[in-house]
């Protein structure tokens, strides 16, 4: 079993600093036992060390103070976290992140024990900024026996009370989440959809889309990456039909104007095409709107366009397509159920199928998005049928 020790690396300040390990002991100790070792060590600069290697991240209060010492580290491939008052920057050789809001004393402790936890630096970041002292989730401690970060296919059966458990230091409240600068306003909300949407598949065709709707399927997406522009709108007029004559939610991947011009129920898009989507138009024609996140940064990214759900993947490894992130697990899956719960509806993607979707529905979400689980079903109307008494669903 992967567990981690409860603890921050000895050095993981520079120079070494006795009081903010032991805060950052503190609060690692504070997030349970059940999440992934850290795939690397990140050391946190207070000042500089002679040469910085790429696993250095120095922390600055004004870093235009020391353009060398910046352009410096940077090319060793280290980061750059810059602390303003109510402002923190990341900048690494390819990538700027920027945060507003308060901020807790003990955010750079924070930021080791959620590093330690393995998160991304941009996502233990994020979460290191919403961490506060006294916001403390209700509930057990994840149970130390079990390890949910795991695939319950690999070696184990999944503990389904562990999976659902919310550490007790993790961040619970939205509110005390940063704002992430660079967005646009908050537009107008998109229509809500159902919390529990159920079993969703994510298939390429029509023909598919029909063959899942005789079966009972009633949240769907079709997701092509065809460029075949007539081909693109004879599909998605006839998934729509099919979809309406079911009164089912089909939504759209990526094709925002031809879903709009065709009446779908809903678009998903990913975060690339939030930079190029036209969101105002999807929302005036009243379509709803799914986006695709991978950690707690795209989470307040996505929330801020304020979606009718949120897509969190790949919770486990896929082979449908080639994801930049590692796999989220259960574990996570859990803590953001938690997070986002009475906020917008949470679908987990990436690896379900039926020998994982108790494990999954266990965190907490309200829907499971699957790809190979049906279009590589050697039995269709079995594996659907299968999969959606897990959902309550009955033939
Ligand atoms: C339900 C759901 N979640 C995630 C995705 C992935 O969408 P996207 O990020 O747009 O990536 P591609 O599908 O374009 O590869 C999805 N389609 N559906
Ligand atoms: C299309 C897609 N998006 C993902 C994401 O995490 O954004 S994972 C994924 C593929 C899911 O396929 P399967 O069910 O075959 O693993």
Redesign the pocket.
Known sequence: MLHTPERVDSEAFWPPADELLEAADDIRASLGSNWPAPARKLRFCLSAPTRPSPTDVRVLIDASAHPDERRAWLEAGAAIIEAAPARVELRTASEVYAWSGERSDDWLAALAAFCACDFALHDALTLALAWRPDAHATGPITDPTADPTADPRANQPADHAAARAIAPGWPVDLATYPAIEGLPAPGRPFPTCPDALGL?P?VPTAEWIERLLERGVRTI?L?T?STDGRWLDAEIARAVRAARACDARL?I??HWQRAIDAGAYGV??????LQTADLDAIAAAGLRL?L?THGPYEMLVALRFRPSYI?M?AVFPTTT?QMPTAPQGLVRLAHYAGLLSGHVPL?A?GGIDLSVIDAVLATGVGSA?VVRAVTEAPDLTAAVDALQAHFGVSD
């Open positions: 969703y994510v997406q997701r990456k939504f991947n990526d998903h898009l990913g975060q690339e095409d799914g695709s897509a993947g397509k679908v993607i998005a």
